[in-house]
């Protein structure tokens, strides 16, 4: 059954560079991302993990562990971590979950169903470039999925956390485009006179669209 937003993210136990993990274990009192990655040796994927590894502060800085997955054994993750350092000029540290027998990957329903190129040589597919942001309370909140050709935006990422977390401690939704800074929308939930005793300033737009600075 597909997972959708506002699903409880499912448990699993699974073998990984960083030894056996329970996901909630792993996880702990803050927010997650599991992002999968076709198969090792790669090179987008190759260039996504180098990615992940050079932001690993940025990711800390906002309480979220990140766990990667591709369809391959630990012994292969083992030597394209390697690669990923060298190409990349970082230092991995996240695990990798080992995905051979797609336990995992049909769990959260992140099999390949468009590409017939992206499968295995018994013509089992791998993954997509899925993503799932998850937070304190185990609630899925983000969904994406990346075709294998293309390579994320992990900008893009980090930004909807910010929002995310935004949102939970204020009364707050973000436009389009927006970046940590930038002037948020009052929840439209909020009345205009709550509005006014909530935050410093507000500007109406319309009556259903009203702006604040932002509480970073």
């Known amino acids: 059954m597909p997972i959708r937003l506002g699903d409880v993210a499912p448990d699993f136990t699974a073998q990984s560079t960083l030894g056996d993990i329970n996901f909630y274990e792993y996880l702990g009192d803050g927010w997650g991302i599991l992002f ?106 983000l969904i994406m999925a990346y075709p294998a050709s293309t390579g994320r935006n992990f900008d893009e990422i980090l930004r909807v956390i910010d929002s995310l977390q935004l949102g939970d401690k204020h009364a707050i939704t973000t436009p389009a485009n927006w970046k940590k800074g930038d002037d948020v929308i009052i929840d439209p939930n909020v009345t205009t006179s709550e509005a006014h005793k909530m935050f410093k300033e507000v500007r109406i737009i319309k009556p259903y669209l009203r702006l604040t600075t932002s509480p970073f």
């Open 36 to 141: 999968s990655h076709p198969a090792d040796f790669t090179p987008v994927c190759t260039t996504e993990l180098g990615l992940v590894a050079a932001l690993q502060d940025e990711f800390e800085a906002r309480d979220v562990k990140v766990i990667g997955l591709s369809a391959n054994g630990l012994a292969e993750h083992d030597q394209w971590i390697k690669d990923i350092n060298e190409v990349n000029n970082v230092n991995l540290q996240f695990p990798i979950i080992a995905d051979g027998d797609r336990n995992v990957s049909t769990l959260y329903d992140m099999l390949d169903n468009q590409d017939p190129t992206n499968v295995d040589n018994d013509g089992i597919p791998y993954t997509l470039r899925s993503v799932f942001i998850i937070d304190p309370a185990r609630t899925v909140r």
